[in-house]
């Protein structure tokens, strides 16, 4: 089936850093979603793509939608404590996939630098 | 109440046992969703309703069964479970089934002993 590949896995970030994180896929999509989960809770979402190129920001997160329609990236710029948790990326194909369901990646831990 | 909730939060039962998870989502939606999310894996969807149909299945086995009443409500009934399905079982809720960002409760943990 259709996998979306997210890196890194897990990072450490020290307050104040930025953080960038990608997903990519061998499939076209033509959405892109970018979640926060946070431990115990479900996932939260932050930003939406919709068109390739589209560059969109929420407060200190900015997305983009590759050019390729193949891949996406989601930046954090001047991190704080409480930006640790589970980012997911999830897209839905261009081919739909049924009704269009989305797909998701496995996920980047975000942790604090010890 | 807002968004979309999810009750039990948390749920330890046999594999003998009967149970339910319940969503309810105040969003005005007209699809709704169950996902599976155990660890190291990425979200797998089960099911999803749109208008109370369902309309997808995605070759989940009998002792999950769903049940939609309308729109606004969705529920999980468990019966006979394995160790294996123990996981955090998320409901989502999105205007409709095309081209839409879907929006996730909390969650509920199950536990099968």
């Known amino acids: 089936g259709q996998q979306l590949n997210q890196s890194p896995q897990s990072m450490f970030i020290q307050e104040g850093e930025d953080v960038s994180m990608n997903c990519t896929s061998s499939s076209i999509f033509n959405t892109w979603l970018w979640y926060k989960q946070d431990p115990g809770e479900g996932p939260v979402l932050l930003i939406a793509?919709?068109?390739?190129?589209e560059l969109t920001s929420n407060g200190r997160l900015t997305a983009q939608f590759g050019i390729t329609r193949k891949d996406s990236f989601l930046n954090i710029s001047a991190s704080i404590p409480s930006d640790v948790g589970i980012y997911f990326c999830a897209g839905r194909t261009v081919y739909g996939g049924s009704q269009g369901n989305l797909i998701f990646g496995k996920g980047t831990k975000l942790s604090v630098k010890p | 109440e807002t968004g979309v909730t999810q009750t039990p939060r948390h749920l330890v039962m046999g594999m003998t046992n009967k149970k339910s998870l319940k969503c309810e989502q105040h969003?005005?939606?007209?699809?709704m969703y169950w996902y599976k999310q155990s660890a190291k894996k990425p979200l797998e969807l089960m099911f999803v309703?749109?208008?109370?149909?369902?309309?997808e299945n995605n070759s989940v086995p009998s002792r999950f069964s769903p049940e939609c009443p309308n729109s606004s409500h969705l529920f999980l009934h468990l019966h006979t479970l394995q160790p294996e399905d123990s996981a955090l079982y998320l409901c989502?809720?999105?205007?409709?089934?095309?081209?839409?960002?879907?929006?996730f409760g909390p969650g509920t943990r199950l536990t099968v002993t």
């Open positions: 793509l919709y068109k390739a190129g």
């Open positions: 969003l005005g939606h007209n699809a």
């Open positions: 989502a809720s999105s205007p409709g089934t095309g081209d839409y960002e879907q929006y």
């Open positions: 309703y749109s208008l109370e149909e369902r309309v």
